[in-house]
Nanobody, 118 residues
Framework: QVQVVESGGGLVQAGGSLRLSCAAS????????MAWFRQAPGKERAFVGRRIWNDGSTYYADSVKGRFTVSGDNVKNTVYLQMNSLKPEDTAVYYC???????????WGQGTQVTVSS
């Protein structure tokens, strides 16, 4: 089992930046990837970006490419989401998800609110 805790959300003006952190603890040796998702009011949870743990490869949703960057520190078992050029439509609760293999078990954090004012 893995515990996942996000931090770093807040209120920012459009065009500004925020960095979210997600720390994993527990059976971290089984982590295959860690990903960020977000859920805006009245919408379904949507993929934002992910980092493959063993080689550092990253993948992004089209809506955030060029503005958001996922990075990680395998020693600290932490993944980051650097968000630049924020837009009001980026307002959402941001969740971190750890995927463990074998078995494809997902572990989610409690979420952190990001609000972008216009």
């Amino acid at each position: 089992q893995v515990q996942v805790v996000e931090s770093g959300g807040g209120l920012v003006q459009a065009g500004g930046s925020l960095r979210l952190s997600c720390a994993a603890s527990g059976r971290t040796s089984s982590i295959f990837d860690m990903a960020w998702f977000r859920q805006a009011p009245g919408k379904e949870r949507a993929f934002v970006g992910r980092r493959i743990w063993n080689d550092g490869s990253t993948y992004y949703a089209d809506s955030v490419k060029g503005r958001f960057t996922v990075s990680g520190d395998n020693v600290k078992n932490t993944v980051y989401l650097q968000m630049n050029s924020l837009k009001p439509e980026d307002t959402a609760v941001y969740y971190c998800r750890a995927l463990l293999r074998p078995g494809a078990y997902n572990y989610w954090g409690q979420g952190t609110q990001v609000t972008v004012s216009s």
